[in-house]
């Protein structure tokens, strides 16, 4: 088949390392179907889902089981991030044995408030070999304690949803003291500052947003993730934390980048390159024998964005009919087209 795609971008498809699916328990939210389509319709063919569903995963047989089921649905490959303890618990989930499922894990929404805890986490990720998510922003303090092990104890760190120009300061320091940290950031949080929508960490100040948006200007952070966080309309009401943006997530970004002269090769690495490196995947850039995993994109589009367009089953967006900019056209998985926009 020809594609007819004179006048658009073709770009790797994107990587999520942050996304809440919330399989298993909280279906009416989202499900693994319904958020791998609205992904695929944001021009992501991997995504990561967060462990804090119910029950948590935190055995290798909840892992496998939403691998499994990932496999039958043929949309988005997944990675799926197993929690650092039990049961919210303190003690450690059975590393060597998830392992033969997943290379990553994460405390969110699970108790690593004790130092001693995240000592011990680390020291394993690193004799293991595993990722920690570390869900710890908006709490600066625990990421600078957390930094301050890593000078001690090596272990592999990243830092999710950074909101704060002081958790910038701390990341940026520890970088330039030679400490390997990654980090990323949501759409969210340099699209708009101080907007009176509940989510977690909160919209910063317009200081913040600067600081972030300098931040990706200089290096300090590495991936641009979503952190979809469906809610339904119910628990919304209720105060749940959250944005569901996943599907919107390019053109939230691509709009503040291109305000401020960010390029488009940068978010791309910062979408598919670096996490797909992080992740040890063959994919996120376009080469010869790279998987043909990618996104035609009109990048010129601006348009309001319309939740009631969203596939996701909660459209808990603050930003419905605001301006953004790039649409995705296409997203082709391993040379399978899996959306289609033309
Ligand atoms: O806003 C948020 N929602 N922040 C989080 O940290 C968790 C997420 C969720 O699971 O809804
Ligand atoms: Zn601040
Ligand atoms: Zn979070
Ligand atoms: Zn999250």
Redesign the pocket.
Known sequence: EIIEGSGYTIMPSFIDLHC?LREPGYEYKEDMESGMKAALRGGYTHVCA?A?TKPVIDNIELVKKNHDKSKKLGLCDLTQICALTKNFGKEYVEFKEIMQETKVFSN?GVNVNERETMERALAYSKALDFLILS?CEPEVETVRRDLDILKEIPGNLHICHVSEHETINIIRLAKDQGIEVTCEIAPHHIFESEVDYK??PPFGREQDRKALIRAIKEGTIDICAT?H?P?SKEDKDQG???ISNIEVAFPMYWKVFNENNLSLEKLSEMMSYKPAKMLDLNCGEIAVGKEANLVLVNTEKEYLMDINKFISKSKNNPFHGTIIKGEILMTIKRGVIKYDNR
Do not use: E
């Open positions: 809440h967060m804090n969110d869900h989510v977690n952190d966080a809610h749940a934390p959250g």
